[in-house]
C-alpha cells in the first residue's frame, strides 16, 4: 500500500516537472516553408552556320514553330508535376518527328545512302544512364536510350543488338525508309561532290573532312528540372553527313553529348562531335561547378569558348542547373534553341546575338 501511494506520487511530481511539447507543426509550417522549387527546360535543335541571310522568313517560322512546340511538350510535364526524364523524353521525341532536325526523321545520311542513329540520356537523381548508337529502325532513338538505362543491366549498346533489344522492348520499329528526306539525300550527294573535288584537286586519298563551311549540325537535346529538383539531360543525332565506318559522335557519349547530376547541372551538346568527345564537354562544366564552385554561366562559357575553341572543335550546348538557371552557349554563328524558364518565360533563339 505505502509503495503503491510512493509510485502515485513519483508519477504526480514528473508529469508536473515534464515541460508540455511544443506545438512544432504549427511553429514549422510559419518559419520554414521551403522555397517553391523553379522548374525549367531548355532545348536546342543543333548549332552551326546558320545565317539570317541564308534563312527565308517561311523557313525561320517553320522552325520557331517547331522549337516552341517541343519546349511547350515538355514544359507541360513539368508544370503538371512530371518527372525531368519525362519532359526531355517529349520535347526531344517532337523533334525526331520533324524533318527539320537532325534526329529520327530529319536524320543525314552516312556516305553509303544509310541513317545511323545515336541517342542517350541521363538522370541526374542517380547517375544512371543509356545510351545507344547506329541504330537504323528504331523510331525514336532517344525512347531506346531511356529502356537501355531503366530495362537493361547495360548502359550503351549499338547497331543489331541494340535493335533487339529495341523488339524487345516493344519500342516502334520502321522501316529505314521512314528516315529518307530529300533535302538530307541533296545534302550527303553534295558532301560527296566535295570530297570528289577534292580528290580532283590534290592527287590525294579522299578523306571524309567534315569541317565543310557550310555545316550546320543539327542535333536535338533537352535539359530539363523537375519540381522534385531532379535534372535530366538527353540528345538525340542523326551524326553527321557523309559519316563511314560506323563512326560514332558525342551524342551517345555521357560525359561528352549528354550529362546530368543534381549536384551542378544538365548539359546536352551538338556540334563537331569528335573534339565534344575530347573535351569531355558536358562533364567539364559540371565539374567545373562542382569542384570550382563557378556558375553555370562561366563555366559553360569558359568551356565553349575558351577550351573547346582552342581546340578547334565547333558547336554548343543548352543547360540549366538545379536552381532553374539556364544557360546556352555556342562558338558557332548560330545554335537552334529555346526555353522555358522558372517563371514560365518562352525564349527562342537562332542565331548568334
Ligand atoms: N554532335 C553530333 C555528332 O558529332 C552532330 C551534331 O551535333 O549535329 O554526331
Redesign the pocket.
Known amino acids: 500500500m505505502k509503495t503503491t501511494r510512493f509510485f502515485v506520487l513519483m508519477l504526480l511530481i514528473i508529469s508536473c516537472k515534464t515541460p508540455k511539447e511544443e506545438p512544432s507543426v504549427a511553429k514549422n509550417t510559419t518559419e520554414t516553408t521551403p522555397d517553391k522549387q523553379p522548374i525549367g527546360l531548355v532545348i536546342h535543335g ?2 552551326g552556320t546558320i545565317l539570317k541571310k541564308n534563312m527565308t522568313p517561311e523557313k525561320e517560322a517553320a522552325y520557331r514553330a517547331k522549337l516552341e512546340e517541343a519546349a511547350h511538350a515538355g514544359y507541360e510535364i513539368l508544370e503538371n508535376g512530371g518527372e525531368s526524364l519525362d519532359a526531355v523524353i517529349a520535347a526531344i521525341q517532337v523533334m525526331e518527328e520533324s524533318p527539320l532536325f ?1 534526329a529520327g526523321k530529319g536524320a543525314v545520311f552516312t556516305h553509303e545512302g544509310k541513317n545511323e542513329l ?1 541517342a542517350s540520356i541521363m538522370n541526374g537523381k542517380d547517375l544512371n544512364a543509356g545510351a545507344v548508337s547506329g541504330v537504323t529502325k528504331v523510331k525514336s532513338p532517344i525512347s531506346l536510350a531511356r529502356a537501355i538505362m531503366e530495362r537493361s543491366e547495360h548502359v550503351m549498346l549499338s547497331g543489331m543488338g541494340a535493335e533487339t533489344f529495341a523488339q524487345e522492348q516493344g519500342l516502334e520499329m520502321v522501316d529505314p525508309e521512314y528516315f529518307y528526306t530529300e533535302n538530307r539525300m541533296k545534302a550527303l550527294q553534295r558532301a560527296i561532290e566535295r570530297e570528289e573535288t577534292a580528290l580532283d584537286h590534290d592527287g590525294q586519298a579522299a578523306f571524309y573532312d567534315p569541317m565543310i563551311k557550310d555545316s550546320k ?3 536535338v537535346g533537352c535539359a530539363a528540372l523537375d519540381k522534385n529538383g531532379n535534372l535530366a539531360a538527353g540528345t538525340s ?1 542523326g ?2 553527313t557523309n559519316k563511314r565506318y560506323n563512326r560514332i ?3 551517345p557519349i555521357i560525359g561528352a ?1 549528354t550529362y546530368a547530376n543534381n549536384a551542378s547541372c544538365a548539359i546536352s ?5 569528335e573534339f ?1 568527345i575530347r573535351g569531355v564537354v558536358a562533364y567539364d562544366i559540371a565539374a567545373k561547378m562542382e569542384y570550382q564552385e563557378r556558375s553555370l554561366k562561366a563555366a559553360a562559357r569558359e568551356v565553349i569558348q575558351e577550351k573547346l575553341t582552342a581546340l578547334g572543335g565547333t ?1 554548343g550546348i543548352i543547360a540549366i542547373d538545379r536552381d532553374g538557371n539556364i544557360t546556352t552557349e555556342f562558338n558557332t554563328p548560330g545554335m537552334y534553341r529555346a526555353s522555358i524558364d522558372k517563371d514560365g518565360k518562352l525564349d527562342i533563339g537562332i542565331y548568334g546575338e
Open positions: 543543333g548549332a537532325n545515336d549540325y543539327g542535333t543525332t551524326g553527321m559522335g558525342d551524342a553529348g551538346s551538338t556540334g563537331w562531335g565534344f558547336g
